[in-house]
């Protein structure tokens, strides 16, 4: 069965400064990997996933994914952060004819 | 085009009683999700439906907790004698397949057990 973990609770960055919002995952064979945000009030929203190829993946408002197999992760990117980037960020994990599953989110807050 | 449609938005009820949650997902969708999204217990997976196939119960909590979908359509989540435990935001995403489509998320039903 599959796993993941978001071993952060919450993340403060400042404005400007490059995020990375930590990932890992557990599942027997190639992984299929996600990114979801949740903003405040709002409903769950996709930004990214990974199937196969890249290992770099870009996503929506400028977040990408390194998918590194080795370490079993998938951490979130983005070079500048923005205020408006504070929300609810969820990681989950899928293997072919399974269920995706999440993490249990980090809360970014970036701070002006 | 219309998103995940669920219903209702917020439901409150007394411990003990029977309550139905509705999911209407994207047309055309043939996986649908339920999860449970507490605070601070992440998105929890519930039972998960893919076309015709047996549905996946492994996330069901309890005994109390069981879902059907409908003609391959609409899906209606059913928690008998409900709990304060049970007090939660349920949500229900949508794809077109299963494994490796992007989920389409409802809005979500807030339920409070009194």
């Known amino acids: 069965a599959q796993s993941v973990a978001q071993p952060e609770d919450q993340v403060n960055v400042a404005e400007g400064n490059p995020l990375t919002v930590k990932c890992t995952y557990s599942?027997?064979?190639?992984?299929?990997l996600f990114w979801y945000v949740q903003y405040p009030n709002r409903g769950l929203q996709f930004l990214l996933k990974?199937?196969?190829?890249?290992?770099l993946v870009k996503g929506s408002y400028g977040f990408e994914a390194e998918f590194n197999k080795s370490q079993t992760s998938f951490h979130l990117k983005k070079p500048s952060a923005l205020v408006s980037d504070s929300a609810l960020y969820f990681c989950?994990?899928?293997?072919?004819?399974?269920?995706?599953?999440f993490g249990k989110g980090t809360r970014l807050h970036i701070l002006p | 085009g219309a998103g995940v449609s669920q219903s209702p938005s917020n439901k409150v009820t007394e411990k003990g009683k029977d309550v139905e949650l509705r999911c209407d997902p994207i047309?055309?969708?043939?996986?649908l999700y339920w999860y449970r999204q507490s605070l601070g217990q992440g998105l929890e997976f519930l039972i998960y439906?893919?076309?015709?196939?047996?549905?996946?119960k492994s996330g069901l909590p309890s005994d109390r907790f069981s879902a059907e979908r409908t003609g391959g359509s609409v899906s209606t989540l059913t928690i008998q004698r409900t709990q304060q435990e049970d007090s939660a935001v349920y949500l229900c995403?949508?794809?077109?397949?299963?494994?490796?489509?992007?989920?389409?998320f409802g809005n979500g039903t807030r339920l409070t057990v009194t």
């Open positions: 995403a949508s794809s077109l397949s299963s494994y490796n489509s992007p989920l389409h």
């Open positions: 599942v027997s064979g190639n992984p299929y």
């Open positions: 990974y199937i196969t190829g890249d290992n």
């Open positions: 989950a994990v899928s293997h072919r004819d399974d269920k995706i599953i």
């Open positions: 047309s055309g969708h043939t996986a």
């Open positions: 439906f893919q076309g015709n196939s047996a549905p996946d």
